[in-house]
């Protein structure tokens, strides 16, 4: 089992900053896809961004030069820089990793949600 606890979400005004992290924890060999998602009333849960293994990462265009992941390996940790946010940034957003645990059990994990409301 591999645990996930979020943490930074709140309530900011347009064009002002968040930086959500997520650390894992539990039966954790290695890390490949870490990333972020959100869920807005009446919509679905969205990518925003995700980095793999190699640093390599995604956005969604929604986000792009606004927001920023990025991940520490030594504290199985990732986080989302938001900047710039505007009240459609307001959504519960969600970490997600997926790896594998000793003995090849492989894992796909999500967090509890942090809430993120943008709103002056």
């Known amino acids: 089992q591999v645990q996930l606890v979020e943490s930074g979400g709140g309530l900011v005004q347009p064009g002002g900053s968040l930086r959500l992290s997520c650390a894992a924890s539990g039966n954790i060999f290695s890390i490949n896809t870490m990333g972020w998602y959100r869920q807005a009333p009446g919509e679905q849960r969205a990518l925003v961004a995700e980095i793999d293994n190699n640093r390599n990462t995604n956005y969604a265009d929604s986000v792009k030069g606004r927001f920023t992941i990025s991940r520490d390996n030594a504290k199985n940790t990732v986080y989302l820089q938001m900047n710039r946010l505007k009240p459609e940034d307001t959504a519960i957003y969600y970490c997600?990793?997926?790896?594998?645990?000793?003995?090849?059990?492989?894992?796909?994990?999500w967090g509890q949600g942090t809430q993120v409301t943008v709103s002056s």
């Open positions: 997600n990793v997926a790896g594998y645990g000793l003995g090849s059990y492989e894992y796909d994990s």
